[in-house]
Structures are given as C-alpha cells and as structure tokens.
T-cell receptor, first 113, second 115 residues
C-alpha cells in the first residue's frame, strides 16, 4: 500500500543553523505534499505545501523541494530559532478524491540555544 | 471564520465501553477526516467523510466507525474500547479534500484515555 517514510525521527541543531527533514513516498500518483508543524500540546498546522508541477517553494525561512523522479521531498529551515522546536510531519496525497493522505511518522526538531 | 472544533476535549472510559467524538468543520468545508495520534505511531488515518458519505478508510478494525451529517459535522464512534485505543483523536476539515482544494485544517483533538 501507500507509504511515506520520514527521516530523521529526531533532529537537534544549534540555533541559527539549518535543519533538513527528508521524506520518501511510494505512490507515484501522489501530487500534493504538505508539511505540518505540531508544537507540544497543540494541533498540527500547515506550514508549507508543494504540488507536483513545482520543484521548489519558499516561504521566508522555510523551503520545500520535490524530486518526483526519485519520489523524494524535503523541508529546509534556515536560521533556526527556538520557536522552530516542534514535531514536523510530511504527507503525500494524490489528486483524486479517492486518494488518501498519508503522513510520515514525524521528526522531533530541537533547537539548542 | 471559526476553526475546527472538537468535543469533548478529554474523555476517560473503561475497557468495553463505547465512545462518540464530535467534530465541527470550518464553515463551508465539506470534507472531514479523522486521525488517531499516539506517541509511537504518529498520525494514523481513520477515515474521511464527504457529503455524508465515507470516501476513504484507513486500516482500523470495524470497532471504529463514523458518520457525517448534512451540515458537514462529523462523529466517530469506537465500540468495545481497548486499552490500546488510548490516544489523541484529531479531525481535520478541508474544502473538498481533492484536487487543488485539499488543504487540511486540524481541530484541537480529543484526548481519550481507556482504563
């Protein structure tokens, strides 16, 4: 069945450094790739998403890249700040209504002061 | 617009009981999805409802069921509760859940504890 693998499961970076989280998906029909951030005790919130007709998308310090051939997509956070500490989930979904959204297992990102 | 709301926020039940959780989507959203979140398993998809019909289903036993009403509000029911059902249950709504209108917005969740 469809699967999304996410790595690493935990990541600790020095404040100001960059963080990269990688995901691999199995369903070649996937064409929508959102990233969610979940702070402790809060609901997941969409921080950025990308569709398959785009290779890269940026929003301030956050960027996502997509390689459809390799079925990889990655989240890049630059100039990390303490408020970036959270669990990040990637997900993949196909275009049709019959397609389920599949989430990765999450990455716990910690920013060291 | 008001966000996605879920009731109750916390529940404590005992094994063998049943429970019903409620989710009110953002006004105008027609798709409601349910997820189970546990520390070791991340976000596990339960099912999705659209226009009162179950459109997608995850790999959960038949004890987990749901429904959607004409106003798009959704309920999920878990019968014969087991200790392993203790989790945070999240619902998420989207405009249509497909095509270009599938951005999901999550509710705060219902924390279910089974004793």
């Amino acid at each position: 069945g469809e699967n999304v693998e996410q790595h690493p499961s935990t990541l600790s970076v020095q404040e100001g450094d960059s963080a990269v989280i990688k995901c691999t998906y199995s369903d070649s029909a996937s064409n929508y790739f959102p990233w969610y951030k979940q702070e402790l005790g809060k609901r997941p919130q969409l921080i950025i998403d990308i569709r398959s007709n785009v290779g890269e998308k940026k929003d301030q310090r956050i960027a996502v890249t997509l390689n459809k051939t390799a079925k990889h997509f990655s989240l890049h956070i630059t100039e990390t700040q303490p408020e970036d500490s959270a669990v990040y989930f990637c997900a993949a979904k196909g275009y049709s209504s019959a397609s389920k959204i599949i989430f990765g297992s999450g990455t716990r990102l910690s920013i060291r002061p | 617009k008001a966000g996605v709301t879920q009731t109750p926020r916390y529940l404590i039940k005992t094994r063998g009981q049943q429970v019903t959780l409620s989710c009110s989507p953002i006004s105008g959203h027609r798709s409601v999805s349910w997820y189970q979140q546990t520390p070791g398993q991340g976000l596990q998809f339960l099912f999705e409802y659209f226009s009162e019909t179950q459109r997608n289903k995850g790999n959960f036993p038949g004890r987990f069921s749901g429904r959607q009403f004409s106003n798009s509000r959704s309920e999920m029911n878990v019968s014969t509760l087991e200790l392993g059902d203790s989790a945070l249950y999240l619902c998420a709504s989207s405009l249509e859940g497909s095509g270009s209108r599938n951005e999901q917005f999550f509710g705060p969740g219902t924390r279910l504890t089974v004793l």
